[in-house]
Every structure is written in structure tokens, then in C-alpha cells.
């Protein structure tokens, strides 16, 4: 049966910092023991002369990603490696080229004061690359940036900060050759608008082409045989939360809680007063917990086990496990915040989780306060057994990274009630990325922000840690009046993980 309630929508975008993709292979070496060296990098192409004046004019807002209209490439690009997959959001294409000295011009259609760039260089942890940036307000005159050279470490976006520098086109130069299969996943320009407005990313999403029904169950419209899910309900009498099991959801378990929406949507309703999972949390939740093991109940649902997955960075383990690394996305909308409760829970729950053991490599929030028509994203990283590590994926600027943000005043960007957004989390290596889009997920990006768990010296890169995502509605709210709840509805939940 389904069951009605009004549906709020909500979305949010954010700050960027650095995103990531793409994989590679290496050819085989006579001892497969030995680490593969780290190519040379090319010459540093020599940077044009000095011309151009920059646009002049300062910024009233905070820095954000800009959308980027258009590329365009001063080279003969390889048969489907053209340069508009520079700037498509998508971190699975690629722009190369059979130049020595290739180079491309962002066109960012507005000036704008430029503090950093983004870049995911296509097989990054194979081959250091040296590039100039150049800088133009007419296309014509460009004038010299920097002279910058990526770690050849890795896959993900590396981030460049810059001295500010006012344009609106962006050039980039560097050595690539056809042989090296070299080249750019995606760029992005962080930066603000010398006038004070920003171009908005446009947003293509159709609920319609998701082809959800109304009227099954969710288990009908979703694959949620790799899911199980933390029921706020206690039927069994034992204190805590039931746990729906993977077998129940693929077969149409649906409650109160837990339906499908009118259009379609897999709602989840999370009460704030209601049983929990356990003596040791402090909140409710609705809430997908994910299980590998698709109702095979002769595997454990926990420990390193074919149920569960090992962080990128983890030793190598010998048993079947679930994978190594993995990447969620979803498409969703914010229904409603709680109203109500201490000031500092006002408006906050998770939405989307990496979970350990027992800490949790993140955590993804969304908060809108009651009083603000925006709201905004941000994650928590805790720390193995440890402190956590705040950051903002899409709002307003935030510097501080021990405490959770909680703005006052509305916020200057994010998503409100109603609106569509997805959300990635991508795990390799040992980065967690995660990037947040303005609709579905073939829109545009407008949101980045990781975290390098060997930077803050996380702790989870040891034996016998093992993972597992979780999705829904996870309240951070118990002060609030009694009737008070969050709710979300998911229009798209997808899962993978690579092979160990």
C-alpha cells in the first residue's frame, strides 16, 4: 500500500575543492614487485609574451565554481577526445591530444576574479604534467597566471590555487603525446563575478524519463536487493530499531516511514522520537544500510566479508570481500526539516554515509534553518576512534573545520525545499571526493569538496577495517516537539564498487 504525505523538496550546491574518476592500466613489468616509475615529465612549454590588460572591478560575494560556457581547443584533438569533455561533468570522459604543445581556452562568459582551478588529469597517477595558465578579457591579449606542475599521483582533481587574477578566459598550455594516452578529465575555476552576479548552471533533469511508478512499492521501482533497511519501528519488542532485510525490501515491504510518493519517489520518513539502532547513537533514522551480499544470509553482515568493502588506501586482504573503493550516487529532494529543537540541531540530518566498524569516514548533511528558504550541504570526516573534520560541499564559505556550520543568516547558495540535486561519494585511493549537481546525475557539477585521509592522518588504513555506505534519512535532531520528523525522497540510488 502506499501512503501520502505532503512532500517538501530540497537542494543545495557548494564550494569546490577537488573531485575525482577515471581509471587505468598499466602494461606489465618483469617484476611485478617493483613500483612503476614515475615518467619524467615533458618540458614546461614556454609561456606567451605578456599582452592584454585584465578586466577591472572587485567581488561582493564568496568564491564558487563557475560554470563554464564553452572550450575551446587550439589543437587536433584524438577521434572522440574533443575538448568540450573538459567542462561536461562527466569524470569518465576525456579531452587529449596528438600535440606537443596542446592547449585549450575556458570561456567563462562573464569576468571573473580566478583564486584556483581544479584539474583531473586523465591517468594523473601515471605521468607529471607541466602547464602555464594564461589569462584574457577579449580572447586576444592573454597575460601570464602561472607556471604550475601536477604530482603524477593520482586520478582525482588536484587543486591549484593561483594569485587572484580578474578574466574571463582561461588558458591552458601543456606537453601531452599521443603515446602516453594522457590528457584531462575535467577542470574546474573557482571564483566570483567582478559584477556581482554569477551565470547559473543550467539543469536538464526530467523526473519523467526516470520512468517511476506510483503505484508499487519502492522495491519495484529501485534495486534494493543490495540494501537492507533501519526501520524506526520496534516490532520485536528488543529495544531497538528492526532491521527490513534485503529479501523483504525486493519484495514490496513498504510502512508509513518507507513508501513510494505520488511521483514515483522512494520517500523516507524519520521520525525524531522513535527507536534507534543502537544504545550507542543518539538519533533516529530511516535509513538504507547497504548489503553486498544481496540476501545471501550465509554471509555475515559484518566484518571483511563479501557484504561489506576495504577503503582504497586499506592492506591488501585475502579473503572475498565486497570490493575496493567504491562510488554512491543518488538524486533526491529534502521534503521537510525539523522545526523545532536546540540551536544547535535546528534544520540538520544525513543523507548519505560511509560507514566503518564503528566511526564513519563521512558523514553528508544537509541543514536548512526554519526561518531561511535555503539550505545547504557539508560533510563530517571522523577520525578512526578520533575528532571529526568538518567541510562545506556547496554553501556559504566556511573556514572552520572542528565545528558544524550553523548560519544565521540565509545562506548565499545552496538548495531549497523541493529543489532536485544528486550527490556523489566517490572512495579511491586515500581520498574520499564528493561532488554535488544542480538536478540527476548527467547535470551540472556544482559542488566539490574530499578529504585525503593520509593528510590528517585518518587511521583506517589498517588490516581489519571494513565499510559499507548507507542512504535515507538519518535525524540529528532529539530536542525538537514530538511530532517533528525529516523527510527525503530518492529518485535515483546506485552502488558500485571495484574488484580488490
Keep these: 500500500m502506499k501512503f501520502n504525505r505532503k ?20 602494461a606489465p613489468t618483469a617484476n611485478s614487485n617493483l613500483p612503476t616509475p614515475i615518467p619524467t615529465p615533458a618540458p614546461t612549454p614556454a609561456p606567451p609574451t605578456t599582452v592584454g590588460t585584465p578586466p577591472s572591478g572587485s567581488c561582493s560575494t564568496n568564491s564558487q565554481l563557475i560554470y563554464i560556457l564553452s572550450v575551446l581547443s587550439d589543437n587536433v584533438t584524438l577521434e572522440a577526445s574533443g575538448a568540450d569533455n573538459i567542462a561536461d561533468h562527466d569524470l569518465n570522459t576525456a579531452w587529449t591530444s596528438d600535440e606537443a604543445n596542446a592547449s585549450f581556452t575556458l570561456d567563462l562568459s562573464e569576468n571573473y576574479k580566478v583564486d584556483s582551478i581544479r584539474i583531473a588529469w586523465r591517468n594523473g597517477e601515471q605521468t607529471q604534467h607541466n602547464f602555464t595558465l594564461t589569462g584574457s578579457a577579449d580572447n586576444t591579449g592573454f597575460y601570464d597566471i602561472a607556471t604550475l606542475q601536477s604530482t ?43 559584477d556581482g552576479t554569477a551565470v547559473e548552471a543550467p539543469s536538464n533533469f526530467s523526473l519523467s524519463a526516470l520512468n517511476l511508478n506510483p503505484d508499487v512499492p519502492p522495491g519495484e521501482n529501485f534495486d ?32 508509513e516511514f518507507f513508501y513510494t510518493g505520488d511521483d514515483g519517489g522512494m520517500v523516507f520518513n524519520a521520525p525524531i522520537y ?72 535546528l534544520g540538520r540530518f544525513i543523507i548519505g554515509q560511509i560507514h566503518a566498524g564503528d566511526d564513519e569516514p563521512i558523514r553528508l548533511y544537509y541543514r536548512k534553518r526554519p526561518e531561511h528558504k535555503t539550505g545547504y550541504i557539508y560533510f563530517a570526516h571522523e577520525i578512526n576512534g578520533g575528532d571529526e ?62 578529504i585525503d585521509m593520509n593528510e590528517v ?17 538519518y535525524t540529528g535532531n532529539n530536542s525538537g516537539n514530538p511530532d517533528e520528523y525529516f523527510q527525503a525522497t530518492f529518485y535515483q540510488l546506485i552502488n558500485t564498487h571495484p574488484a580488490n
Design 457 to 473: 592522518n585518518s587511521g583506517y588504513d589498517v588490516q581489519d577495517e571494513w565499510m559499507y555506505f548507507k542512504a535515507g534519512a
Design 274 to 345: 522513535a527507536p534507534k539502532t543502537s544504545t550507542n547513537t543518539s538519533y533516529a533514522r530511516t535509513e538504507l544500510r547497504e548489503m553486498l551480499r544481496r540476501g545471501n544470509t550465509s554471509i555475515s553482515t559484518q566484518g571483511q566479508n563479501e557484504n561489506n568493502w576495504v577503503l582504497g588506501y586499506q592492506p591488501e586482504v585475502t579473503q572475498p570481500i565486497g570490493g575496493r573503493g567504491g562510488h554512491l550516487s543518488a538524486t533526491m529532494a529534502v521534503n521537510y526539516v525539523a522545526r523545532t529543537g536546540e540551536n544547535f540541531q
Design 389 to 450: 573534520i568538518l567541510k562545506m560541499v556547496y554553501g556559504p564559505e566556511y573556514g572552520d573545520f572542528s565545528n558544524q556550520p550553523n548560519f544565521t543568516s540565509e545562506p548565499s547558495v545552496g538548495f531549497g525545499l523541493d529543489e532536485v540535486f544528486s550527490y556523489e561519494i566517490i572512495q579511491e585511493g586515500a581520498r574520499i571526493d564528493v561532488l554535488i549537481r544542480k538536478g540527476g546525475l548527467s547535470d551540472p557539477i556544482v559542488g566539490h569538496q574530499f
Design 152 to 194: 603524477g599521483s593520482i586520478n582525482l582533481p588536484e587543486v591549484y590555487d593561483i594569485d587572484d587574477t580578474n578574466l574571463r578566459y582561461l588558458k591552458l598550455e601543456t606537453n601531452f603525446t599521443s603515446a602516453t594516452n594522457a590528457g584531462i578529465s575535467e577542470v574546474f575555476v573557482i571564483g566570483c563575478p567582478l
Design 7 to 26: 512532500l517538501i523538496f530540497c537542494l543545495s550546491i557548494s564550494t569546490l575543492v577537488g573531485c575525482g574518476g577515471g581509471s587505468s592500466s598499466q
Design 224 to 255: 534494493l536487493l543490495t540494501w537492507g533497511l533501519d526501520n524506526p519501528q520496534d516490532n520485536d519488542n528488543n529495544g531497538r530499531s528492526d532491521r527490513v532485510s534485503e529479501r523483504d525490501l525486493d519484495n514490496g515491504f513498504e510502512n
